[in-house]
C-alpha cells in the first residue's frame, strides 16, 4: 500500500511532465479525440442517457471544442472526475480540458496553476433539506447533520458559514453525487448542501421531489467554468473562444438551425461574419479551420440552446436563467468582441 | 580427492558460468536486481525532478501551518475548521488508531473463537465456524465495509423516528439509541474528581445539581487503579501456585480475585462520583452522550470480522501443530477437555499463532485506510483527502502520510515482537 502510493505520486509527478509541457492541440489532433473531464453524473450537467450517450450543459462545452478543433462533436472521450480526482486528472494529462462545475477561485487559478477560460454558469451553494424537516431557512441548520462532497468549495463554505453564524454543525463527508443521494434518501444526513444549480438537478431525480425543499439562502458565490492547464496559452485560447462563440452566437440571433444557411455566405452583420468564417481569418489565429466556430455552433447550438435544452426552464431541471442570460438581458453572460 | 568429471581449468571462466554455475547463479541475479531497481528509481526520482509544477512549486511543507478550512466530525483532540492542516492530520492519526485498535481486539477475540470452535467435536459448531471463516476471507474487505455502512444507513431508524408521542423507536433501556447515523450510548463523567468545574452552577438553581469536572486526570486515576488490582492478582495467583507446588492442594483464590477487581474500582468510581450523560433527542440529533458513528462502526465490524477469518484460520494452524500426544497424554492425567486447551495446547500454540498475528495486526492498520469509502475521517481521509486535494500539496501530503503509516507499522511490528520473544521457547 505505502509503495504503491509512493509510486503511483512518482508515477503522476512523470505523467504530470508529460502533460504539461507538450501543445495540448497538437496532442488532440494526434489523437483524433478530446479528453474531456466531468462529473459521476449530475443529469442536465453531465450524465450518460438511455444510449450511454453524455448529455448535459457541461458535455456540451466539450462537445463544441471536439467540433472546433477535430470538426466532429462525437469525437470526446469523457472521463469521470469525482470532486477529489478532478484536479489530478487534469494537471496530469488524463483529460485536456476540465468541464465539471468547478468553481473558479484564486487558489485553483493560482497556486493549483489551472486557467478557467470563462463562466459558463454563475452559481452559489445553497441546501436542500425534506420538506417533513419543517425547516424554511438555513439560519435554523444549527445541530443539524450535513452531506457534503469533499474535496469541493462547499466543505470550505460551509465550515465558514456555520462558524461566522455561531451554528453547529455535524459533517458527514461523501465522495460522488450517487453516495449523496444514498445517504440523504435514507435520512442518514438531514441536509445536502452544493451548488444550487446541482441541487435542482438532483431534486427532479429523487423519487417524490415535492417532498424536498431548497433553501433560500444562497451562502457563496460559484462561479463554474471549464478550465484548463496553466502553460499552454494557445489551447487555453481555444476553448476560452469556442465558449465565447457559442455565446455570441445567442447574442447575434445564430442557431443550431440556422447556422448552416448563415454560414454559407457573407450577411450584413460582419462580427458574425467573422464569427462564422465568411469573412476574415479569426480561424487561423488560433490554428484551427475557419469554420470552427460555426461546427461548434452547429453541433450544439448557441449558449441559450444548450441552456434550456439541458437545464432551463423548459428541461425537468427547470431552472431560470437568472444571472445566466446575456448582458443584454440583464444578465452575466458576455462574449468579447470577434475581431 | 579424485573426482569423475574434469578438474576445473584455471582458465576456464566463461561468462555463461555466471548463469549456469550455481556459486556465481544468485550473485549474478541479485546483481542485475538491484542494478533494475536502481534504475527504475532514478528514473522516477529524475521524472519527479523534471515536473515543471514540483519545480515550480518545490516541496514545502509551510502549508501545514494553515488554517484547514474544514470540518471534521470525529474529533478526539479539540479542533476547529480554523485549526492548522497540522491538527487535521494529527486528528486523522488518531482516528486511524482509534479504529485499528478497536478491531485489532475484536479480531483477535473473534479469531481465537472461531479457530478453536472450527476444531470442535460438535459438527454443526465445526461447520458453522468453517462458513464464517470461507465468507468472510473470501469476499473482499471493502465490499464488507459498505455492506454493513449500506446497511446500518438503511435499516436503523432515523433519529426523527424516535420524536413525538407514539415514536416508531426508542432507545434500548432508555438510555442508548441506535440510529442510521451512529450508536449514541450514555457517557460517564465525574463530579467529584480533580480539575476544574465546566460551568457555573447558577445561583438560582433550583436543585443543587452535580456538575461535570472537566479533567482527563480523572480517568487516569481510574486506569491506575485498575492496573494495582491486575497486579494485585497476579501476586495472589502467584503465591497459590507457590501453595499448590508446596502441598499440591491449589487454594481458592476466586473471591479473593474477584474481590480484589471489582472493590478497589467501585470505591473510586463513588469517590469521584460516577455520573452517566444520557443521549437525549434535542433538534435535529441526538445530543450528549457519545456518538459511534456508523462510519466507525461499518469499518471496526467489518475489518474485525474479516481479519477475525484469517486469524482463526492462523489459531487452527497453530494448535493443528501441536502434536496430538500431548492432547492425550494431557487427557491421560486427567485434565478436562476444556483445560487441555488452555493449559498444555494454547500455550505452546501461541508460538506458532504470534509471527503471523502480527502481520494480521499490520493488515488490519493499513487497511484501516478503506476509511475513505465511508467518509470515516481517519488520516487518508484527513491528510491524504482533504488537506492534499484543497491545497494541492500532493507530494507532501503523500511523503508525510507514508511516514506516519510506516510509524505505526513499526511501533505496531516493535511490540509484538517483544511480546513474541517474551512466550518464545526459553532455551536455555
Ligand atoms: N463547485 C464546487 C462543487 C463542485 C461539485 O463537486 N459538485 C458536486 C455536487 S452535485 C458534483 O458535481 N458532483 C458530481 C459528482 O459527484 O461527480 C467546486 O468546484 O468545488
Known amino acids: 500500500m505505502k509503495n504503491s502510493v509512493l509510486l503511483g505520486t512518482l508515477a503522476f509527478a512523470g505523467l504530470a511532465a508529460a502533460g504539461a509541457s507538450a501543445a495540448t492541440l497538437d496532442d488532440v489532433k494526434a489523437r483524433g479525440s478530446l479528453n474531456c473531464g466531468v462529473n459521476t453524473g449530475v443529469p442536465g450537467f453531465a450524465a450518460p442517457d438511455a444510449n450511454g450517450e453524455w448529455q448535459g450543459f457541461d458535455v456540451s462545452v466539450c462537445r463544441a471544442v471536439a467540433a472546433a478543433v477535430l470538426g466532429d462533436p462525437e469525437a470526446v472521450n469523457f472521463i469521470s472526475t469525482t470532486g477529489k480526482t478532478r484536479f489530478t486528472a487534469l494537471a496530469s494529462g488524463e483529460v485536456d480540458l476540465l468541464a465539471r462545475n468547478t468553481t473558479w477561485t484564486f487558489s485553483r487559478d493560482t497556486d493549483l496553476k489551472f486557467d478557467f477560460v470563462g463562466v459558463n454558469y454563475y452559481d452559489g451553494q445553497g441546501f436542500i433539506v425534506p420538506t417533513a424537516l419543517g425547516v424554511s431557512s438555513a439560519t435554523e441548520l444549527d445541530g443539524a447533520t450535513i452531506c457534503i462532497q469533499t474535496g469541493t468549495t462547499t466543505e470550505l463554505n460551509l465550515a465558514d458559514y456555520f462558524r461566522v453564524n455561531d451554528m453547529s454543525y455535524e459533517p458527514v463527508p461523501i465522495e460522488t453525487e450517487a453516495e449523496a443521494r444514498t445517504q440523504f434518501l435514507a435520512g442518514a444526513c438531514d441536509v445536502y448542501t452544493t451548488d444550487r444549480s446541482a441541487l435542482a438537478s438532483v431534486r427532479v431525480t429523487y423519487p417524490s421531489p415535492d417532498d424536498y425543499v431548497i433553501l433560500p439562502e444562497v451562502i457563496s458565490k460559484e462561479p463554474l467554468g471549464p478550465l484548463v492547464r496553466h502553460g499552454d496559452s494557445e489551447w487555453g485560447d481555444i476553448v476560452r473562444w469556442t465558449y465565447f462563440a457559442l455565446v455570441a452566437a445567442e447574442q447575434y440571433g445564430v442557431t443550431q438551425d440556422n447556422v448552416e444557411e448563415m454560414a454559407a455566405e457573407a450577411g450584413d452583420n460582419p462580427e458574425v461574419n467573422r464569427l462564422l468564417g465568411t469573412e476574415g481569418e479569426l480561424g487561423a489565429m488560433i490554428g484551427l479551420e475557419n469554420s470552427w466556430a460555426k461546427d461548434a455552433i452547429a453541433a450544439v447550438g448557441n449558449y441559450g440552446e444548450i441552456f434550456s435544452r439541458n437545464i432551463g426552464e423548459d428541461s425537468p431541471v427547470g431552472l431560470e436563467r437568472g444571472l445566466n442570460a446575456l448582458y443584454t438581458e440583464g444578465g452575466l453572460q458576455y462574449a468579447p468582441p470577434f475581431r | ?428
Not at chain 2, 481465537?112 to 462458513?131: D, E, F, P, Q
Not at chain 2, 480475585?257 to 469517590?271: A, D, E, H, K, Q
Not at chain 2, 443521549?279 to 465490524?301: D, K, M, V, Y
Not at chain 2, 494541492?392 to 511490540?415: D, K, P, Q, T, W
Open chain 2, 1 to 428: 580427492m579424485t573426482t569423475l568429471s574434469d578438474p576445473p581449468r584455471a582458465d576456464g571462466f566463461r561468462l555463461s558460468l555466471l548463469v549456469r554455475d550455481k556459486r556465481y547463479r544468485s550473485y549474478t541475479f541479485q546483481a542485475i536486481a538491484l542494478i533494475a531497481l536502481i534504475l527504475f528509481f532514478g528514473w522516477l526520482a529524475s521524472n519527479a525532478i523534471r515536473n515543471p509544477v514540483l519545480r515550480q512549486a518545490g516541496i514545502d511543507f509551510g502549508f501545514l501551518a494553515d488554517p484547514a478550512g474544514y470540518d471534521i466530525n470525529q474529533q478526539p483532540i479539540p479542533y476547529t475548521s480554523q485549526s492548522s492542516h497540522l491538527r487535521a492530520a494529527f486528528i486523522g492519526a488518531i482516528n486511524t488508531l482509534i479504529v485499528a485498535f478497536l478491531a485489532c481486539a475484536t479480531a483477535t477475540v473473534l479469531g481465537v473463537i472461531a479457530g478453536v470452535l472450527r476444531l470442535s467435536n460438535n459438527w454443526i459448531v465445526r461447520k458453522l465456524m468453517a462458513i464464517y471463516v470461507e465468507m468472510f476471507r473470501n469476499i473482499p474487505v471493502l465490499i464488507w465495509i459498505l455492506i454493513i455502512f449500506t446497511i446500518s444507513a438503511n435499516v436503523f431508524p432515523q433519529p426523527s423516528a424516535f420524536r413525538g408521542d407514539n415514536p416508531e423507536a426508542s432507545p434500548i433501556f432508555g438510555v442508548a439509541a441506535i440510529t442510521n447515523r451512529g450508536f449514541y450510548l450514555p457517557r460517564p463523567y465525574f463530579t467529584n474528581g480533580i480539575g476544574a468545574v465546566a460551568d457555573e452552577v447558577p445561583a438560582d438553581a433550583a436543585a443543587p445539581v452535580a456538575q461535570e469536572v472537566a479533567s482527563n486526570a480523572n480517568w487516569l486515576i481510574v486506569l491506575a487503579v485498575l492496573v494495582t488490582s491486575f497486579f494485585a492478582v497476579r501476586a495472589v495467583n502467584a503465591w497459590a501456585t507457590k501453595r499448590q507446588n508446596a502441598t499440591g492442594v491449589r487454594p481458592t483464590t476466586l473471591w479473593v480475585n474477584l474481590g480484589l477487581w471489582f472493590v478497589p474500582i467501585v470505591v473510586t468510581l463513588v469517590i469521584l462520583g460516577l455520573r452517566w450523560e444520557v443521549p437525549e433527542l434535542r433538534g435535529f440529533n441526538f445530543q450528549g452522550g457519545i456518538l459511534a458513528r456508523n462510519s466507525l462502526i461499518a469499518l471496526w465490524f467489518a475489518l474485525s470480522v474479516y481479519t477475525g477469518a484469517f486469524i482463526a484460520e492462523n489459531v487452527r494452524a497453530g494448535i493443528l501443530a501441536i502434536s496430538r500426544g500431548q492432547t492425550e497424554a494431557a487427557a491421560a492425567l486427567g485434565l478436562r477437555p476444556g483445560r487441555v486447551m488452555s493449559l498444555v495446547v494454547l500455550p505452546q500454540a501461541l508460538r506458532i499463532i504470534i509471527p503471523p498475528l502480527i502481520s494480521q495486526y499490520l493488515n488490519i492498520t493499513k487497511n484501516t485506510s478503506l476509511a475513505i469509502a465511508v467518509g470515516y475521517m481517519d488520516l487518508t481521509g484527513t491528510l491524504g483527502g482533504i488537506t492534499l486535494n484543497q491545497t494541492g500539496r500532493a507530494l507532501e501530503c503523500i511523503l508525510l502520510l507514508m511516514a506516519f503509516y510506516l510509524v505505526f507499522s513499526l511501533v505496531i511490528s516493535a511490540v509484538m515482537n517483544a511480546y513474541n520473544a517474551s512466550v518464545a521457547l526459553k532455551e536455555r
